[in-house]
């Protein structure tokens, strides 16, 4: 008979569940899945057992948390990269002799991409920003106070752009 799994001929088949799919298989694919009558196979049926209240309660928490709004003004301050992260890296490149090409094998990028924020044309992303801090021992990101808009906005309705333009 012919095996589902694998497609080789085999004289002896066994019906398995893998991943809950009913397959008719050979001896040596047998052992990728569950025996319907809970003998043999791979893993024993049953053994994925559900998860628990308690998980299940901490994965709903840690959803909502992810879920819920946040105002952009509860922050008083935020972190923002500075304005001359190209100079910075540049120098302190220079500072330990090395090249373009060095800096970029010991971050695992590419040359261009360093030639790039050197040169101010590439924005970092927060993970090569932080390859760049913690390997040429740098800080390029800065606090930042958040600009809230005044005056003329009534409690309760959502910010329009009269709200952000001063008045004479």
């Known amino acids: 008979m012919l095996c589902e799994m694998c497609g080789k001929e085999?004289?002896?088949?066994?019906?398995i569940f893998v991943e809950g799919t009913k397959l008719?298989?050979?001896?040596?694919?047998?052992r990728f899945g569950e025996s319907p009558d809970g003998k043999g196979g791979g893993a024993k049926r049953g053994t994925a057992a559900a998860?628990?209240?308690?998980?299940?309660?901490?994965?709903?928490?840690?959803?909502?948390?992810?879920?819920?709004?946040r105002s952009i003004y509860?922050?008083?301050?935020?972190?923002?990269?500075?304005?001359e992260y190209s100079k910075v890296i540049r120098e302190a490149r220079a500072a330990r002799e090395w090249k373009q090409e060095d800096l970029a094998a010991k971050l695992n990028?590419?040359?261009?991409?360093?030639?790039?924020?050197?040169?101010?044309?590439?924005r970092p992303n927060d993970?090569?920003?932080?390859?760049?801090?913690?390997?040429?021992?740098?800080?390029?990101?800065?606090?930042?106070?958040?600009?809230?808009?005044?005056?003329?906005?009534?409690?309760?309705?959502?910010?329009?752009?009269?709200?952000?333009i001063k008045k004479k």
């Open 10 to 15: 085999s004289d002896f088949t066994k019906t």
């Open 24 to 30: 008719t298989v050979c001896k040596e694919c047998s």
């Open 51 to 69: 998860p628990s209240r308690t998980m299940v309660t901490e994965r709903l928490e840690a959803r909502e948390r992810r879920m819920r709004t």
């Open 74 to 83: 509860s922050d008083e301050e935020t972190t923002d990269l500075i304005p």
């Open 109 to 122: 990028e590419k040359a261009s991409v360093i030639a790039k924020l050197e040169n101010g044309t590439m």
């Open 127 to 164: 993970a090569l920003l932080k390859k760049l801090e913690h390997e040429l021992g740098i800080k390029l990101t800065e606090k930042v106070s958040v600009v809230k808009p005044e005056g003329g906005r009534s409690a309760g309705k959502a910010l329009t752009l009269g709200d952000m």
